[in-house]
């Protein structure tokens, strides 16, 4: 997912069921900032790669690419393989609510949506991953997420050929599966019930929103639909980083951990 979901979305949801702005904020921004510390800090704490070719890396893969956007699956022919809001993308967002940190909610957030953007791949170097034939005789990029395609499986209104498998994928639906799965854990952040009729209105907000072809005309839309037309992620990114930069790599350093926990089995 790109930052129109993993922000703008999340933000617009979040104030949609009464979530103050202030915190639908860092929810948000959280989520977002998952995708922007490419660098580690002092500690080793980078929840993004910078650089396509680090990606070959196994300890960049086993501390950065699957434990915050290739969460493994419960596909017992590829173990590694990510799908779509699984049972441990689940829980991660669970142990960040029983923390009550709003932070590591936000960071969990992002893996559970990237759960329906990267469903079928996975951040494990593996054969699973390549798209071309060309792979296995000049390596060109490593066999690792969805490197072949690009941001393609990203894109909300991009609909695609997987070529593994020729199957058809509409990102619009992948969106607004994730936005669904977003809403149900930011209600139960929220506490306070929820009128059922609020989803379905959300979800009918929604829908042309996701057709939308033009990115940053998205992104404006799905503003309005938060209520605020003036809610930009480098405006908020600007403040919240300054304030909470160091919130967010102790919420990070924890989510890695439980991450960690939940697939090293994997490793043995």
Request: positive net charge; hydrophobic residues 35%.
């Amino acid at each position: 997912m790109q930052k129109d979901v993993h922000f703008n979305l999340t933000y617009a949801i979040s104030r949609k069921i009464g979530i103050p702005a202030n915190v639908a904020e860092k929810i948000a921004w959280a989520n977002q900032y998952t995708d922007d510390l490419t660098k580690a800090d002092l500690h080793g704490i980078q929840t993004q790669s910078a650089i396509l070719g680090n990606c070959g890396d196994r300890q960049i893969q086993l501390s950065v690419l699957v434990p915050f956007h290739f969460i493994p699956g419960e596909d017992t022919t590829h173990p590694w393989m990510t799908t779509r809001n699984n049972p441990r993308s689940q829980h991660l967002v669970d142990i960040a609510l029983s923390k009550s940190d709003v932070f590591q909610f936000g960071i969990a957030l992002h893996g559970l949506q990237d759960t329906f953007s990267h469903e079928s791949f996975s951040g494990w170097e593996e054969k699973l991953n390549a798209c071309y034939s060309w792979h296995y005789i000049d390596v060109l990029t490593p066999n690792v997420g969805h490197a072949d395609l690009r941001a393609m499986p990203d894109i909300v209104n991009c609909v695609w050929t997987d070529p593994r498998n020729n199957s058809r994928i509409d990102n619009k639906k992948r969106t607004m599966a994730a936005a669904k799965a977003t809403y149900d854990f930011l209600v139960k952040f929220h506490k306070p019930k929820t009128p059922s009729a609020t989803w379905t209105k959300i979800r009918k907000d929604l829908g042309p929103i996701f057709k939308i072809d033009n990115y940053d005309n998205r992104k404006k839309k799905l503003c309005v639909l938060s209520g605020n037309q003036k809610i930009y992620y480098n405006g908020v990114r600007k403040k919240l980083e300054l304030a909470h930069k160091s919130d967010f790599l102790k919420a990070a350093a924890n989510h890695l951990a439980a991450a960690t926990n939940s697939f090293s089995h994997l490793l043995t």
